[in-house]
């Protein structure tokens, strides 16, 4: 199996998983606030999480797929070379950011949170945790896209 289809099915059983939770989470915060009349004081703060991850591993498997959110009308009536140009300047602009604003700076807010041991309020988890999403997300992201972009120029070789 390629390691492409290892982290496809990794992130898919992952996300599952994640929704899964979160599901639960709200499920058991409406139960405790409006049958038990006595709302649980960490599911709030989880859902909030929960959804960070969900939020940023959704954007990783989906930019994974090659199906993010995009306006590609100028793409779709550009002739072969334009087209060519076009997929890899995009390519190149989600691999700047990704590097930039999710690697670099996530790596220094995970640094930073964990170094001044900021954790949640009613978790009491160390914060770095929570937002080890952001490189590892992105690491994830220019990874896809770079297989994605090697992919597409194979395509374009044979055609």
Aim: glycine fraction near 6%; charge should be neutral; proline fraction near 3%.
């Amino acid at each position: 199996m390629k390691l492409r289809q290892i982290i496809d099915t990794i992130l898919e059983k992952f996300l599952v998983a994640l929704m899964a939770i979160l599901v639960l989470d709200v499920l058991w915060q409406v139960i405790s606030r409006y049958v038990l009349s006595s709302p649980s004081s960490f599911t709030d703060e989880l859902a909030g999480f929960l959804l960070i991850w969900v939020g940023l591993f959704g954007a990783t498997y989906v930019a994974g797929k090659n199906e993010h959110l995009a306006i590609d009308l100028l793409v779709q009536r550009s002739g072969p070379a334009r087209r060519k140009f076009l997929e890899l300047f995009i390519s190149a602009c989600i691999i700047i950011f990704s590097l930039t604003v999710l690697v670099i700076g996530g790596t220094w807010l995970v640094y930073t949170r964990f170094a001044l041991e900021v954790k949640s309020a009613a978790l009491e988890i160390p914060l770095g945790y929570v937002y080890s999403v952001l490189p590892v997300g992105g690491m994830l992201i220019i990874f896809f896209t770079v297989d994605n972009t090697i992919q597409f120029l194979n395509t374009q070789k044979d055609n």
